[in-house]
Nanobody
Framework: VQLQASGGGLVQGGGSLILACESS????????MGWFRQAPGKEREFVAT????????YYADSVKGRFTISKGNAETTMYLQMNNLEPEDTAVYYC?????????????????????WGPGTLVTVSS
């Protein structure tokens, strides 16, 4: 499975961006596709994730109400609509996917449960 994220860039605080992630290779039907981010000097953190099979979503508290994760019709594409961006959202954003569907919702946010990672795309929010 290969993942490729796109859509990063420079945006002013309060602005919007949409990221896309395209996956290729074998598709695990009961699995997750998610977004993580890593700011300079910080650990990688969970942003949002979506279940391929039924579209259930899960968000980090820091982005809830501002970011929306969705999947395309072909289930090989995932999007992250980011609104009301803040300088604290500046980071490299990575898309990731799992081979299976973790049973507990809290596991959906754990980095170690994701098996496939794409190269990141940089999002810079100016103040």
């Amino acid at each position: 499975v290969q993942l490729q994220a796109s859509g990063g860039g420079l945006v002013q605080g309060g602005g919007s961006l949409i990221l896309a992630c395209e996956s290729s290779g074998f598709i695990f039907s009961r699995s997750l596709m998610g977004w993580f981010r890593q700011a300079p000097g910080k650990e990688r953190e969970f942003v949002a994730t979506i279940s391929r099979s039924d579209g259930r979503t899960y968000y980090a508290d820091s982005v809830k109400g501002r970011f929306t994760i969705s999947k395309g019709n072909a289930e090989t594409t995932m999007y992250l609509q980011m609104n009301n961006l803040e300088p604290e959202d500046t980071a490299v954003y990575y898309c990731a996917a799992t081979k299976s569907l973790p049973l507990r919702l809290g596991q959906w946010a754990q980095t170690e449960n994701y098996d496939f990672w794409g190269p990141g795309t940089l999002v810079t929010v100016s103040s």
